[in-house]
C-alpha cells in the first residue's frame, strides 16, 4: 500500500532525468520494400532504467500507384497522381 503522505509528490519523486544516445538507419531494398535498423543506449542519469534497446524492421509499400513524371518538366502528372481528378487550389485553378 502507497504512503498516503507521498501521493501529492508522486511525480518529483518518479521524475527521470537521462541523457539517452541513438541512431538509426533505413534501406530501400526494392521500390516497394524497406529495411530499417535503430540504436539507442543509456548514458547517465536518474531514476531511469539502464540499457540498450535495437530495433530492426521492414516496411512494405503497398500503394498500386506510382507517381509519373514527365522527361522534359520533371512535372508530375496530375491524372496519374490523383487517379484522374484535377486538383484545384481554393480562390482559383492551378497554372
Given at each position: 500500500m502507497a504512503n498516503?503522505?507521498?501521493?501529492?509528490?508522486?511525480?518529483?519523486?518518479?521524475?527521470?532525468?537521462?541523457?539517452h544516445l541513438g541512431t538509426d538507419a533505413n534501406y530501400s531494398l526494392t521500390r516497394s520494400v524497406?529495411?530499417?535498423?535503430?540504436?539507442?543506449?543509456y548514458l547517465s542519469g536518474a531514476n531511469t532504467h539502464y540499457g540498450r534497446v535495437v530495433t530492426v524492421g521492414t516496411f512494405?509499400?503497398?500503394?498500386?500507384?506510382?507517381?509519373n513524371?514527365?522527361?522534359?518538366?520533371?512535372?508530375?502528372?496530375?491524372s496519374s497522381s490523383l487517379g484522374g481528378l484535377t486538383p484545384v487550389k481554393l480562390g482559383g485553378s492551378l497554372p
Open positions: 498516503p503522505q507521498l501521493i501529492p509528490i508522486h511525480d518529483r519523486l518518479l521524475g527521470t532525468n537521462y541523457w524497406d529495411l530499417s535498423f535503430s540504436y539507442v543506449t512494405w509499400n503497398f500503394s498500386t500507384r506510382h507517381l513524371t514527365s522527361p522534359e518538366s520533371g512535372r508530375t502528372s496530375p
